[in-house]
């Protein structure tokens, strides 16, 4: 049981890394699996499995995305071969568990039937962090928008990154809920405003440690 109750309307820094440190990622297949888990399960009904919302033809995607009513809303994100960030306003009582509940088992469900394994593939639920002062909220925003660049990440595994900053810069939300992506912008005063801020926290912290191989657990920004 958590120690601290997640609270609706105020913002969390969730993350999560493979079990025994393993990929939680293979193959661009496997991004794209869990990107399209995080937009489909992130909604307040119940929609079974990634397969079923396949399988309903009976409600155009595009609209069935415009109606639901969210979970969570993503202000940045990165996603690493073996780990993920998330910055999350929780919309709903209860709904970054929720959430992360459904995005966890039903994307470790399709990776252990793809790849014939069985068990956790996550290090238990998911570790949150209060976004407790415009300071740490500012800081944190730069690192996970950012946080493949302060790994070393070997060229092989570039294919597995996916982070915020690519949607900022090109004013393209997709992961980004589209509100909180524009109260962003505005507070930094445009993208690139906000770039330089994210590119200056990333700058900080490696000249503070250097990269970090993938291997090793974050050493996350101070809240103080």
């Given at each position: 049981?958590?120690?601290?109750?997640?609270?609706?309307?105020?913002?969390?820094?969730?993350?999560?890394?493979?079990?025994?440190?393993?990929?939680?990622?293979?193959?661009?297949?496997?991004?794209d699996?869990?990107?399209?888990?995080?937009?489909?399960?992130?909604?307040t009904?119940?929609?079974g499995?990634?397969?079923?919302?396949?399988?309903?033809?009976?409600?155009?995607?595009a609209?069935?995305?415009?109606?639901?009513?969210p979970?969570?809303?993503?202000?940045?994100?990165?996603?690493?071969?073996?780990?993920?960030?998330?910055v999350?306003?929780?919309?709903v009582?209860?709904?970054?568990?929720?959430?992360?509940?459904?995005?966890?088992?039903?994307?470790?469900?399709?990776?252990?039937?793809?790849?014939?394994?069985?068990?956790s593939?996550?290090?238990?639920?998911?570790?949150?962090?209060?976004?407790?002062?415009?300071?740490?909220?500012?800081?944190?925003?730069?690192?996970?928008?950012k946080?493949?660049q302060?790994?070393?990440?070997?060229k092989?595994?570039?294919?597995?990154v996916?982070?915020?900053?690519?949607?900022?810069?090109n004013?393209?939300?997709?992961?980004v809920?589209?509100?909180?992506?524009?109260?962003?912008?505005?507070?930094?005063?445009?993208?690139?405003?906000?770039?330089?801020?994210?590119?200056?926290?990333?700058?900080?912290?490696?000249?503070?440690?250097?990269?970090?191989?993938?291997?090793?657990?974050?050493?996350?920004?101070?809240?103080?």
């Amino acid at each position: 049981m958590r120690k601290q109750p997640i609270i609706t309307s105020e913002y969390y820094h969730i993350y999560n890394r493979g079990v025994e440190k393993r990929n939680i990622f293979n193959s661009k297949k496997d991004l794209d699996r869990f990107i399209e888990s995080i937009l489909e399960f992130n909604q307040t009904e119940i929609i079974g499995s990634i397969r079923d919302v396949r399988k309903n033809k009976t409600v155009p995607k595009a609209l069935s995305r415009e109606t639901k009513k969210p979970l969570v809303a993503f202000v940045v994100c990165c996603l690493n071969p073996n780990h993920f960030h998330f910055v999350l306003k929780q919309l709903v009582d209860g709904g970054i568990a929720k959430f992360m509940q459904k995005l966890q088992a039903g994307y470790t469900y399709y990776f252990n039937v793809k790849y014939s394994r069985t068990g956790s593939l996550f290090q238990g639920t998911f570790k949150s962090q209060l976004m407790s002062s415009e300071n740490y909220f500012n800081k944190i925003l730069g690192y996970v928008n950012k946080n493949y660049q302060v790994h070393f990440i070997p060229k092989n595994k570039l294919h597995l990154v996916y982070a915020g900053d690519y949607e900022y810069e090109n004013n393209n939300f997709k992961i980004v809920s589209k509100e909180e992506g524009k109260k962003i912008l505005e507070i930094f005063g445009g993208s690139k405003n906000f770039k330089e801020h994210c590119d200056e926290i990333i700058s900080i912290i490696r000249a503070e440690r250097g990269k970090l191989p993938l291997s090793e657990e974050d050493n996350l920004p101070a809240s103080a």
